[in-house]
Every structure is written in C-alpha cells, then in structure tokens.
C-alpha cells in the first residue's frame, strides 16, 4: 500500500468521514480530478491506520448494518502533520490513454484523430459540469477552516480543465490546416505532372 494513500485516508478521518463508504463517496466527488482511490485502498488503509493506532474503531449502537465507523487519533494527528508537512519534490505523474493513441497518432486517419479530440471535448466539457456541481455542494455546506482549501483545490482543476479543452480546440484546427496544406501540395504535384 502506497504511503500516500494512507495518510489521505487518515485526512478524511478529520472531515467527518467515518465510514470507508463516506471516504469513497467523498473522493469519488471532490477527489477523483486529482486522486482515485478503490474500496480495495481504502479498507485496507483503515486496517492499517487502527493496527498503527493512527485510528480507532467505533461501535455504533443500533445501526442496522454495523458498519464500523473510525476516528483519528491524537498519534494519527500527528502522523497526519508529519506528512502533510513535507515538501513534495514531484509534479506527479499523469496517465493519460488519450495523449498516447495521438502521440502514435500517424498510424491512423485523419478522421479518426479528429474524433478522439472531439471525444475529449466532450468529456471535458462534462468534467466542468461536475466542477460546477463540487462548487456549488462547497457553497451549500456550513462554511469551515476547510473550505477554502477544498475551494483551491477545485479551482486548480477547473484551470486545468479549461486549458485541456483549449488545447483540443487548437489541436484540431492545427489538423485541419496541416490536412489541407498536404493536400493543396498534393494536388500541386498532380497538376505539375499533368503538364
């Protein structure tokens, strides 16, 4: 298990995440731009939060499904301080599927190079609306000293959004100059041995 994920697990623990549900669903919503994180990540690093007592397990009377709910501990606070503290000496590493089929991108028609741009607008232009909704769930809640931190973080991922989606619009013209420069010089060359 990554270390990071451990600590952003024990960082839920101090927003009023209790559950490993409530943990997913708020990194499904707020997260998922910047950080996926699975069920299969995240229980474990509860298990191991409460093995290292960074966490405890808290008995719920009278939930129907018993789930176990975990708080932080004042060792798990301090832990948590270490590692946010630290300085972070990378800019991370980003996958991204779409980036590699352009980059082999010769191998395949025009066409189709230009309809996976067009997917990717479609798909970013989807993220800002999730972007709008995050903002607008941030508003609705009582402010905290969190909340304009969770605000800083948004709005670096809607800039990110806005200029990956400038960036197609760019791409995709730069296309269709470059298929038309080719194919005035192609037909230039016809004529001239026409001759």
């Known amino acids: 298990m990554k270390t990071e994920t451990k600590f952003i697990v024990l960082g839920m623990l101090t927003i009023g995440c209790k559950t490993g549900y409530e943990i997913k669903k708020l990194i499904d919503t707020s997260f998922s731009y910047f950080w996926k994180m699975s069920y299969g990540q995240i229980y474990p690093a509860l298990k191991k939060l409460v093995d290292e007592s960074l966490a405890i397990v808290i008995q719920v009377d009278g939930d129907p499904l018993e789930r176990k709910q975990y708080e932080i501990t004042e060792k798990g606070r301090g832990k948590l301080l270490q590692w946010l ?43 800002q609306v999730i972007f709008m909704e995050i903002e607008k769930s941030i508003f609705e809640q009582k402010e905290s000293d969190d909340t304009p931190y969770w605000l800083y973080t948004l709005d670096y991922g809607k800039r990110m959004n806005e200029t990956a989606l400038a960036w197609c619009e760019d791409k995709k013209r730069a296309i269709l100059e470059r298929r038309n420069r080719v194919g005035s010089k192609k037909r230039t060359t016809i004529n001239n041995e026409e001759c």
């Open 85 to 127: 503290e630290m300085p972070v000496l990378e800019t991370g590493i980003q996958r991204n599927e779409f980036l590699v089929k352009l980059f082999f991108g010769r191998h395949l028609s025009l066409e189709k190079v230009l309809a996976h741009l067009d997917m990717q607008k479609e798909l970013l232009k989807a993220k």
